[in-house]
């Protein structure tokens, strides 16, 4: 693309000092004549370029002049100046910054590339909210970040999952952001890796003792690690149903439970077979109720045993109002 080829015409003239038109034309695999048009182009853009006549002559760039940005390609360039989430970029307090950032980084390519970085921009948003905008950045954020940062040890206040709370010492090495939430990734007794969800941190003190992260830590490789481990101990509980055609776009939008549809499978009244994944069975009781008559559990059998006694419940709670 035209673009790369133009980096590259600054690179060679940056390292070869001057160099003439066939040679630029051999090395690029391209005709002399694009590259005087490369060279009109580079001159009309602001890009200090001289040509040199006569037996020794050639293409250079003006005395002392150096690009800022070299070797970038095309798609490196869209890859570095793709948005990142404003929404994670607000809860780090780097929202402004970002913006700043970014319009040092166009000032400082050269200004036939500032259109097409313009443009990345708006071809490309990337947002992690969630529809009804759950806010998961809690008042101890800031704590936790300065704490990172300094290496600080935390006294951290945090409510589990069955509604109980304690403290514990810990040493913070990382803030990861999965989807819209975020984590805190610690030492606790200097051995063991904890993962907090910050929204359940309910205090955080940091303390005048600082620590040493480990040497050999590196928070993409231990979150990827985690994250794995943690989805094979997950409990899974697999469902067989057939499903009326009208409910199966709901299905297939959500994509959390619904693990294949046999769509080849023409059941009599037109019910379609699907196979559903679940945590647990209470869970799958629950979700299989809300379709009301849409949905015939095929196995497991006792499933069926279940959802009728829950669905009894609900008849008998109704009449008793």
């Not at 443009?119 to 905008?133: L, Q």
């Not at 040493?171 to 610690?186: H, I, Q, R, T």
């Not at 299989?288 to 829950?310: C, G, N, R, T, Y």
């Amino acid at each position: 693309m035209r673009g790369d080829r133009l980096l590259s015409i600054l690179i060679q003239l940056q390292a070869y000092g001057q160099i003439t038109a066939k040679e630029l034309a051999e090395r690029l695999e391209v005709s002399e004549r694009t590259i005087y048009r490369d060279m009109e182009a580079l001159s009309s853009s602001g890009i200090p370029v001289v040509a040199e006549r006569g037996q020794n002559g050639g293409w250079s760039l003006l005395e002392n002049y150096r690009t800022t940005l070299t070797g970038l390609t095309e798609e490196e360039m869209r890859a570095l100046f793709i948005s990142t989430s404003p929404h994670l970029l607000e809860d780090l307090g780097l929202s402004k910054t970002s913006k700043n950032a970014r319009s040092k980084l166009i000032a400082s390519i050269p200004s036939i590339y500032h259109k097409n970085a313009e443009e990345i921009w708006n071809c490309i948003h990337i947002d992690t909210s969630g529809w009804r905008n759950r806010q998961e950045k809690n008042a101890y954020f800031d704590v936790l970040k300065q704490a990172i940062w300094n290496c600080n040890q935390l006294l951290l206040g945090y409510e589990r999952l069955d509604g109980s709370s304690g403290h514990q010492l810990v040493n913070p090495l990382g803030l990861v952001a999965k989807g819209s939430k975020w984590y805190l990734v610690a030492l606790k007794n200097e051995d063991a890796f904890r993962n907090y969800r910050v929204s359940r941190i309910t205090s955080a003190e940091i303390l005048d003792v600082q620590f040493s992260r480990p040497k050999d830590f590196h928070l993409a490789s231990y979150w990827e690690t985690s994250t794995k481990a943690f989805m094979d101990t997950l409990p899974t509980y697999e469902v067989c149903v057939d499903v009326d055609p009208s409910i199966l776009p709901r299905l297939a939008f959500t994509n959390r439970f619904m693990k294949k549809i046999e769509t080849k499978s023409n059941k009599k009244g037109g019910w379609i077979r699907v196979k559903l994944t679940f945590d647990t069975k209470d869970e799958a009781v629950g979700y299989i109720l809300s379709f009301a008559d849409k949905i015939k559990v095929v196995e497991p059998v006792d499933l069926s045993d279940q959802i009728i006694h829950q669905a009894k419940a609900i008849i008998s709670l109704s009449k008793s109002k």
